[in-house]
Structures are given as structure tokens and as C-alpha cells.
T-cell receptor
Framework: ETGVTQTPRHLVMGMTNKKSLKCEQH?????MYWYKQSAKKPLELMFV???????ENNSVPSRFSPECPNSSHLFLHLHTLQPEDSALYLC?????????????FGEGSRLTVL | DQQVKQNSPSLSVQEGRISILNCDYT??????FLWYKKYPAEGPTFLIS?????DKNEDGRFTVFLNKSAKHLSLHIVPSQPGDSAVYFC?????????????FGKGTRLSVIA
């Protein structure tokens, strides 16, 4: 296993379901991120974890709940989502401070909310 | 308000010619800029970066130019190859330190025609 791995790659869920997205990084990085990519929008940062501590919550609705049990694993728990939450959810990791800002992304989890 | 703007959603270029992707930014505190490349069904991958102390950085067929006074950067690919067809994201980073997240543009879809 190398890089950043996300599962599942595709997820379809109803608005009343509870599901989780999983991310695992094998790069020994200390920081992990969740980004959301919607059609025709920039990549939107959702959460940042440094050394397992959440350092940023970018005004994300509470129906998205992150969890970082250790520096290699990151989860995004989903409940009572809305159809507009359908998007590609990307996990990334980095090892600050050099080079600044360089992120290593997973392949993404394509979420469809019915 | 978008801090990083990629005003061209798509670009088509003939194989062997030069591809020029443009990016504008509004935040004068940005001091490090990155380009990411994304193929369908894959996460973005880091391509090339430039620090604000430079005005040019070259890596093989890829060159990034930075014009700080105009708050503009561009990515040049020459010669363009069909395998370069992808979505290119411009991203920017500002100090002071730590995992200040990247700010992304919406992306430009490059199609290189054989």
C-alpha cells in the first residue's frame, strides 16, 4: 500500500442513512485533510487535523463529523445528508513545513445523496 | 469571494504546441503557489510550485511564471502531449506557519488533441 487510500470509492445513500468515509495514509505524514469537490466549484477545505488534533473546521455543517484516531487514519461520518452534499470527497495528507502546502491526495470518494 | 481564480474552465491545444493555463489571485499575502493535475477518477497530484521570491520555475516540459505585481501566474506546458489532458488546479498558500490550508481555484480542463 502506498500513498493515500480512500474507501469506499463510490457511495450512494439516502438522506436518513448514516455512513462513513475512510482515509488511510502510508506516508508518515502528520497532517490530514478533508476536501469537498463539487461540480464547477473550487476544492473546498472541510477539516484539518495536525497530530490527530483538529485545527480547522471550515464552517462545515454538523451532519459531517470527522474523526482522527491516529495520524494515519481519518474518517468522515455522514448522517442526515442533503442531496446538495453529493460531491467528490477528497482526503489529503502533508508533512509540514516543507514544502509548504504540498498535499498528497487520495483518489476520492464519490458520494451521491438521494 | 474567490481568492484564487482560474477564469478559463477549458482549453484545447494541438499536440506539440504550447499550453498556457492562467491563474489570478487577490490575496497579496499568498507567498507560495502550486499547480495540481487531476485525471478523472483520481485525486489531484502535485505538479509544480513556485515561491514568491522567484518569477519562474521550470521542471522539464512544465514552467510556472509568477507576476506578483499583477497577482498572476501561469503554467506553460511545451510541447503538449495527449497525456497532459486533465484538469489543472492552481492553489495558493499564505504564511505564517503550520498547516495553513491551500486555497484552490476552480480548475481548467486541458484537452490536448493528437
Amino acid at each position: 500500500e502506498t500513498g493515500v487510500t480512500q474507501t469506499p470509492r463510490h457511495l450512494v445513500m439516502g438522506m436518513t442513512n448514516k455512513k462513513s468515509l475512510k482515509c488511510e495514509q502510508h506516508l508518515g505524514h502528520n497532517a490530514m485533510y478533508w476536501y469537498k469537490q463539487s461540480a464547477k466549484k473550487p476544492l473546498e477545505l472541510m477539516f484539518v487535523y495536525n497530530f490527530k488534533e483538529q485545527t480547522e473546521n471550515n464552517s462545515v455543517p454538523s451532519r459531517f463529523s470527522p474523526e482522527c484516531p491516529n495520524s494515519s487514519h481519518l474518517f468522515l461520518h455522514l448522517h442526515t445528508l442533503q442531496p446538495e452534499d453529493s460531491a467528490l470527497y477528497l482526503c489529503a495528507s502533508s508533512q509540514p513545513p516543507s514544502p509548504p502546502g504540498e498535499l498528497f491526495f487520495g483518489e476520492g470518494s464519490r458520494l451521491t445523496v438521494l | 469571494d474567490q481568492q484564487v481564480k482560474q477564469n478559463s474552465p477549458s482549453l484545447s491545444v494541438q499536440e506539440g504546441r504550447i499550453s498556457i493555463l492562467n491563474c489570478d489571485y487577490t490575496n497579496s499575502m499568498f507567498d507560495y503557489f502550486l499547480w495540481y493535475k487531476k485525471y478523472p477518477a483520481e485525486g489531484p497530484t502535485f505538479l509544480i510550485s513556485i515561491s514568491s521570491i522567484k518569477d519562474k520555475n521550470e521542471d522539464g516540459r512544465f514552467t510556472v511564471f509568477l507576476n506578483k505585481s499583477a497577482k498572476h501566474l501561469s503554467l506553460h506546458i511545451v510541447p503538449s502531449q495527449p497525456g497532459d489532458s486533465a484538469v489543472y488546479f492552481c492553489a495558493a498558500f499564505s504564511p505564517p506557519s503550520g498547516n495553513t490550508p491551500l486555497v484552490f481555484g476552480k480548475g481548467t480542463r486541458l484537452s490536448v488533441i493528437a
